[in-house]
């Protein structure tokens, strides 16, 4: 696990189960444009949270990429679920730009609804195709220019497949948060 703190706020990278992480008041599913169980984190949390879930999204969808909602968390653990799908790299061009929205979206719309934490997995780095080096960076340097000026959210953790990604989001957390500290 690596951790940074930044004017008093956490960003932490753990390799773990989105579905578990029941000391957050939200989770981040990387969701399709039909906001509908699928493959990866989409599968997995409609998965744990029940059918539920897929009855509540259904109106709210589609949605527009970069676009985050909001969404009660049913059976699992957290109290709300935020959707936000992120760009298929290499056709939702700029890729960058795409997956810099949902971070930044995704963060803006929990700290309107007052969360202090909030749970987000590799963005678009699975069946999406995003290279996870480049998932990183851009999360990264999205959540260090964001989070300092939110007002609610003060933890923010990344929950990491493997082991590799885990090394790959914390080597770009500490990057990011060097230079943000620095600015």
Same mark, same amino acid.
């Given at each position: 696990? #690596?951790?940074?703190?930044?004017?008093? +706020?956490?960003? @932490?990278?753990?390799?773990?189960?989105?579905?578990?992480?029941?000391?957050?008041?939200?989770?981040?599913?990387?969701?399709?444009?039909?906001?509908?169980?699928?493959?990866?984190?989409?599968?997995?949390?409609?998965? #744990?949270?029940?059918?539920?879930l897929a009855e509540e999204c259904? =109106?709210?969808?589609?949605?527009?990429?970069?676009?985050?909602?909001?969404?009660? #968390?049913?059976?699992? =653990?957290?109290?709300?679920?935020?959707?936000?799908?992120?760009?298929?790299?290499?056709?939702?061009?700029?890729?960058?730009?795409?997956?810099? @929205?949902?971070?930044?979206?995704?963060? @803006?719309?929990?700290?309107? +609804?007052?969360?202090?934490?909030?749970?987000?997995?590799?963005?678009?780095?699975? $069946?999406?195709?995003? =290279?996870?080096?480049?998932?990183?960076?851009?999360?990264?340097?999205?959540?260090?220019?964001?989070?300092?000026?939110?007002?609610?959210?003060?933890?923010?953790?990344?929950?990491?497949?493997?082991? $590799?990604? @885990?090394?790959?989001?914390?080597? #770009?957390?500490?990057?990011?948060?060097? +230079?943000?500290?620095?600015?």
């Amino acid at each position: 696990m #690596a951790q940074v703190e930044l004017n008093g +706020k956490t960003v @932490e990278c753990v390799r773990g189960d989105i579905t578990r992480q029941d000391d957050l008041e939200a989770v981040v599913n990387a969701a399709n444009a039909q906001l509908m169980s699928g493959g990866g984190v989409a599968g997995a949390l409609h998965a #744990a949270a029940g059918p539920g879930l897929a009855e509540e999204c259904r =109106p709210m969808a589609p949605i527009r990429l970069g676009e985050a909602v909001i969404s009660g #968390a049913h059976n699992l =653990p957290n109290q709300y679920i935020v959707h936000c799908l992120g760009p298929v790299y290499g056709v939702d061009e700029p890729s960058n730009h795409w997956l810099a @929205e949902c971070y930044r979206n995704a963060l @803006e719309l929990a700290d309107s +609804k007052t969360i202090e934490s909030i749970a987000f997995p590799a963005i678009s780095a699975g $069946a999406f195709g995003y =290279p996870v080096e480049g998932a990183a960076e851009v999360a990264m340097a999205t959540v260090s220019q964001v989070l300092p000026r939110l007002g609610s959210v003060r933890y923010v953790r990344f929950v990491l497949f493997s082991d $590799a990604d @885990e090394a790959v989001f914390s080597r #770009a957390m500490e990057s990011a948060f060097a +230079k943000a500290d620095g600015a």
